[in-house]
C-alpha cells in the first residue's frame, strides 16, 4: 500500500506527540455542547441494546426459567473452558433481563416482578464469584458484563450490589496491557466512572483509550504503520483482536462526540485511517478475510458482521458492538471522511447499490496483500522471519499451520468459506504449498519461526504484486503472486523437500456452490463465477462433493460431525520434489464457456519462472510484474529491464509514459539502480516504520 510520506509522519507526530491521560489530552473540543457522562451512558445503553418487543417476551421467560436459588438449572456452573466459559452466560441472561426492564421502565411503567428476579440472580453471582483459568473471563469478560448491567438497572440497582459490581470491575487492571486488551480495560472504567458518578475515572479512562489508538512501531502490537493490526507480539490480527478494537473504539468515540470527552483530531485521524485505509480493504460484504482472523477462524458464525440472532440482541458473551453499526454511527456525525463511512456502513450492511472498492493494497508490516474490484476479492497472507505465523490460544487454531504460507482466500459475495473451517482440509489451504500430514494426529504447535527474509509487495494502489520465499522444515519454494484487473497470476518455482510425504500447491477450497465444469485435462475448470487456468502440463486434481469434520478438531466447538459440499482444486508436486513448478491463472466473472476461451487466449504472458526470476507480462494493461530473487536481467521482445538488488518491482506503460513500483521485501533501506532499455534510474526504498512500502515513479 502507498502512503504519502508527509501523511505518515503527521501521523507518526500524532503518535508520538499525544498526551498520555486526562486533562492533557485537551478532551474540551471545538463546539462541545455537553459535560459528557449522562450522554455517553444513554448512548452506550441504546447502541448495545435498542428497543425489541421480542426482548420483553425473552426476558419474561428467562425469568420464568430462574431457579428459586438465584441459578438457571441449564447452565453448567462447573464449566472452565478457557474460550466459551458456559457460566458466564448467567451474566448474559442477568443482562437480557437489566436491558429489558431498563425499556419498560423508560417507558412509565416499570416491572417489580423483574427487578427482583434480576436481583435475585445477580446476588447468585456476586455471593460465589465464580473465576475461570482464562484471566481474560475475570478481568474483562465478566467485569464488562456486570457493568453493562449496572448501567441498564440505574437508580434501580441495590446499593449492596453496585458495590459488588464496582469491586469486580477494578479487577480490569489495564495498566500492563496493549492494543484491544487495554482498549476493553479502558472501557470497563469508563463504565465504572458512570456507575458510580465519578468524572474523572471516566476522563482517565477515556484518555488512556485515546493513547492506545497510535501508529505503534512495525514489530509491535496495536495499529501498524501500514493500518494493518498487531497482537501477541508481531502477528497479524486484524480480523480478530483488531476487529474488536475497530468495534469498541468507534463506539466509545460515537459516545463521547460533542462531549467534553470527544476524540482529539489527531487521534481521530489515526482511527479514521485504520478504519478505511486498512480494515475496510480486509472485507468483503459482512465478511472479515478469514486468513487475518487468527484463531478465531475456528468460531462459527464469524464474519465483521455477525447474523444477529433472533433471540435478542445481548446473547454474545462480550456483549460486542457490531462494526456496521459502528461505520453507520459514525457516518452521522461531523468525522473526517464520512461518505467514506457511509459508503462502508453500506457495504458492510450489504446494501444494494453499495459503492464497491477498487484498488490494491499491501501491508509491508504484516506480509499481507489485498485486492478489491467490483468483480471479485483476493487476499494473500504470507509470513517472513519478523513475524508470527499463527497461535493456538485455548485450543482454538489447532490445524492452522499452514494459515500464513501463502494463503490465497477469494471471494466474489464474501460467503465463498462460512463456516467451511470444521471440514477443511488444512493441509491444502488456498493458495498455500504444503507437505501433506494429518495434522490434527501429529497434534504440534501451528507456531512456526522461519528465517526466510524476502517476503513482501509492491503496490501502485491499483495493482499489485506479492512475493514470498517459504522456508518450512525441509520444504523450500519461491512464490508470487501478480493481481491484475479481473484476476491474478500465481506461480511458484524452486520447490524442494527431503521428506518422503507428497507436496501440493493448493488453488482453492470453498464451498460449492452449483456446476463445476472444464477439467484439468482440459487447461481449465470454471465453478462459482471464477475461471482456473493451467498454462503448460501440471499434475492437476480436483474434487467436488461432501467432506465431513468437527468443530471440536480445529477449536472448541462441538464434537459432532458435520457436512459441507466443497470444491477443491490443488496440484501435485509428488514426494521429495527438486526444482519443481507451478504456474495458473484465476480470472472473475463470466460463464463457464469463458473459461474454455481463457485457456486458449489468457492476455498474459509468463516471461520467467525460475528461482532467480518470477515474472509476467499483461498485455491489455501493459504492465510487467517482476520477482528478482537475485540481481538480474529480463528480457523480452523489445523490453530489457535489469536490476543490481533483489527486489520486486512493477513496470507499467500509461499513455505513452512509464510508471515503475519497486519495493524491498526484506523490509530494509536499499538503493536500487533499474536499467530500462537504455536508460538508467536509481531509487532509494524507505528504511524505519515505512521499510517495505513501495515506492511509485514516473521513468
Not at 438465584?70 to 448467567?90: C, M, N, Q, T, V
Not at 488512556?208 to 502477528?235: K, N, T, W
Not at 494463503?407 to 482440509?425: K, S
Request: glycine letters at 10%.
Amino acid at each position: 500500500m502507498q502512503i504519502p510520506r508527509r501523511t505518515f509522519i503527521e501521523l507518526a507526530t500524532y503518535a508520538i506527540a499525544a498526551p498520555a491521560i486526562g486533562r492533557r489530552f485537551g478532551f474540551a473540543q471545538a463546539g462541545s455542547t455537553t459535560s459528557g457522562p449522562s450522554v455517553i451512558r444513554e448512548r452506550l445503553l441504546r447502541m448495545l441494546a435498542p428497543a425489541d418487543a421480542q426482548e420483553r417476551q425473552a426476558a419474561e421467560s428467562l425469568a420464568k426459567s430462574l431457579g428459586p436459588d438465584g441459578r438457571w438449572p441449564d447452565i453448567d456452573y462447573a464449566d472452565l473452558s478457557r474460550s466459551e466459559w458456559k457460566p458466564s452466560s448467567h451474566l448474559v441472561r442477568v443482562l437480557r433481563m437489566a436491558a429489558a426492564y431498563r425499556h419498560v421502565a423508560d417507558s412509565g411503567g416499570p416491572d417489580d416482578e423483574l427487578k427482583k428476579t434480576i436481583a435475585a440472580a445477580l446476588q447468585w453471582w456476586l455471593d460465589h464469584d465464580l473465576h475461570n483459568p482464562n484471566w481474560w473471563h475475570n478481568e474483562i469478560g465478566v467485569p464488562k458484563l456486570l457493568g453493562q448491567t449496572a448501567l441498564f438497572l440505574g437508580d434501580a440497582l441495590d446499593e449492596r450490589q453496585r458495590a459488588g459490581i464496582v469491586n469486580t470491575m477494578k479487577r480490569s487492571n489495564w495498566s500492563r496491557w496493549t492494543g484491544q486488551n487495554l482498549v476493553w480495560g479502558c472501557q470497563i472504567q469508563v463504565m465504572r466512572g458512570l456507575v458510580t458518578h465519578d468524572d474523572q475515572t471516566v476522563r482517565d479512562g477515556y484518555g488512556r483509550l485515546y493513547e492506545e489508538v497510535r501508529i505503534g512501531p512495525p514489530l509491535g502490537e496495536g495499529v501498524m504503520p501500514d493500518f494493518s493490526f498487531h497482537q501477541h507480539g508481531a502477528q497479524l490480527y486484524s480480523g480478530g483482536y483488531g476487529l474488536n478494537f475497530a468495534d469498541d473504539v468507534g463506539a466509545f468515540i460515537y459516545f463521547s462526540w460533542g462531549t467534553a470527552y470527544q476524540i482529539p483530531a489527531a487521534t481521530m485521524a489515526v482511527y479514521t485511517q485504520y478504519m478505511l485505509d486498512g480494515l475496510a480493504w480486509m472485507t468483503r460484504g459482512r465478511f472479515i478475510d478469514y486468513s487475518c482472523a487468527g484463531r478465531e477462524i475456528t468460531r462459527k458464525g464469524k464474519a465483521a458482521v455477525p447474523a444477529r440472532s433472533r433471540d435478542g440482541a445481548l446473547t454474545n458473551i462480550a456483549a460486542s458492538f457490531r462494526l456496521d453499526d459502528v461505520a453507520e454511527r459514525l457516518a452521522s456525525l461531523e468525522v473526517p471522511r464520512r461518505n467514506e463511512f457511509a459508503g462502508f456502513a453500506a457495504r458492510l450492511a450489504e446494501k444494494p447499490g453499495a459503492a464497491p472498492l477498487s484498488g490494491n493494497r499491501h501491508f509491508w508490516c504484516s506480509d499481507y496483500m489485498t485486492h478489491q474490484r467490483p468483480e471479485f476479492f483476493a487476499s494473500v497472507r504470507m509470513f517472513s522471519s519478523r513475524l508470527l505465523n499463527t497461535e493456538i490460544i485455548n485450543d482454538e487454531g489447532k490445524q492452522s499451520h499452514h494459515l500464513a504460507d501463502g494463503c490465497t482466500l477469494i471471494y466474489r459475495r464474501g460467503d465463498e468459506y462460512r463456516d467451511i473451517f470444521p471440514v477443511w482440509d488444512w493441509s491444502k489451504i488456498p493458495g498455500t504449498t504444503a507437505e501433506q500430514i494429518d495434522l490434527l494426529a501429529q497434534k504440534s504447535n501451528p507456531r512456526y519461526k522461519t528465517d526466510a527474509d524476502f517476503v513482501g509487495g509492491v503496490s501502485d494502489g491499483t495493482y499489485g504484486l506479492a512475493a514470498q520465499e517459504l522456508h518450512r522444515e525441509s520444504l523450500r519454494a519461491r512464490k508470487a503472486w501478480m493481481m491484475f484487473e479481473d484476476g491474478f497470476a500465481a506461480l511458484g518455482a524452486g520447490i524442494d523437500c527431503d521428506s518422503s510425504r507428497p507436496v501440493v500447491t493448493s488453488l482453492n477450497q470453498c464451498l460449492q456452490r452449483g456446476e463445476v465444469s472444464g477439467s484439468p485435462e482440459a487447461g481449465a475448470v470454471w465453478h462459482d463465477g471464477l475461471a482456473y487456468v493451467f498454462p503448460g502440463k501440471q499434475n492437476l486434481r480436483l474434487t467436488h462433493g461432501e467432506q465431513t469434520g468437527k468443530w471440536s478438531d480445529i477449536g472448541v466447538g462441538p464434537d459432532r460431525p458435520v457436512s459441507e459440499n466443497v470444491f477443491r482444486l490443488w496440484i501435485e508436486h509428488g514426494a521429495r520434489p527438486q526444482n519443481a513448478t507451478y504456474a495458473y491463472f484465476v480470472f472473475a466473472g463470466g460463464e463457464p464457456a469463458a473459461a474454455a476461451r481463457l485457456s486458449k487466449d489468457s492476455g498474459l504472458a509468463i516471461l520467467s519462472n525460475s528461482p532467480e526470476l518470477q515474472a509476467v507480462r499483461h498485455h491489455a494493461l501493459k504492465l510487467t510484474y517482476a520477482v528478482f530473487w537475485n540481481a538480474g536481467r529480463l528480457e523480452s521482445g523489445k523490453l530489457t529491464l535489469a536490476v543490481d538488488q533483489p527486489c520486486v518491482l512493477m513496470l507499467r506503460e500509461i499513455d505513452g509514459k512509464r510508471q515503475m513500483s519497486v519495493a524491498n521485501p526484506r523490509n530494509e533501506a536499499l538503493r536500487v539502480n533499474v536499467t530500462i532499455g537504455s536508460s538508467r534510474v536509481t531509487i532509494d526504498l524507505p528504511g524505519g516504520a515505512m521499510a517495505g512500502s513501495s515506492v511509485v515513479r514516473q521513468v
